[in-house]
């Protein structure tokens, strides 16, 4: 990815060090990482698996 990603942190991180996740899109990917450990990563889902994701998170089935 050349581009340079630009990452935000979930809306249910918070500052007093929390489980904190960091998210960037790209028109391929959506890119997934944990704030306190950015060094080993993250993992890629398709838009549409993410949509997925969040779409069961929302409804309370995770």
């Not at 500052?15 to 998210?23: A, D, I, N, R």
């Not at 890119?31 to 993410?50: C, I, K, N, S, Y």
Request: hydrophobic share 40%; net charge negative; glycine share 8%.
């Amino acid at each position: 990815m050349s581009a340079e990603l630009v990452w935000h942190k979930s809306s249910y991180s918070n500052s007093t060090g929390g489980e904190c996740v960091e998210v960037a899109e790209t028109p391929r990917a959506v890119l997934v990482r944990d704030t306190q450990h950015r060094e080993l990563g993250h993992l890629d889902f398709t838009p549409g698996a993410w949509a997925a994701f969040l779409a069961e998170a929302k409804a309370g089935r995770l």
